[in-house]
């Protein structure tokens, strides 16, 4: 019998891409997620703030839910899928004095998924921020 010796020359390298490549796509995916994720949660915390700010200085709320709009648009967030919601600790809301909170939320969905697997795999991430105004109280109506 004769042995055949077959030479490894060459073979790490093969070796190295290929486990390279495989743990450097997960990696990817999940740096992308996490960065969506930010981005949206830097962009409701924004809109909310600004909405606030916006509605305890005017009473506006039309003006207000247009700057939440123009906050998630700077962080590149989609806003159809967007909540806004006020609430006032008096009635009427907007008098001297009255807190308003305002709430916004969002849904990031994860990079990827189609949208036939979107509902089935829960590939949806809540995201929401709220921010706490009050009415200047020496405000004159």
Do not use: K, W
């Not at 999940?30 to 949206?40: F, K, M, P, S, Y």
């Not at 709320?61 to 247009?66: H, S």
């Amino acid at each position: 019998m004769s042995s055949v010796r077959r030479s490894d020359r060459g073979s790490a390298i093969v070796e190295f891409h290929f486990l390279g490549i495989l743990l450097l796509v997960p990696l990817v995916y999940i740096l992308l997620a996490v960065l969506d994720v930010q981005r949206t949660s830097y962009g409701v915390t924004q809109a909310a703030r600004e909405a606030g700010r916006i509605y305890v200085a005017t009473g506006d709320e039309t003006a207000a839910r247009l700057a939440a709009r123009v906050a998630l648009q700077d962080q590149g967030v989609e806003v159809s899928g967007v909540d806004i919601r006020f609430e006032c600790s008096t009635s009427p809301c907007y008098q001297p004095g009255a807190e308003v909170t305002v709430i916004v939320g969002s849904v990031v969905r994860l990079p990827f998924v189609p949208d036939v697997l979107a509902g089935a795999v829960n590939a949806q991430i809540p995201v929401g921020a709220s921010h706490v105004s009050v009415v200047d109280r020496y405000r004159a109506l």
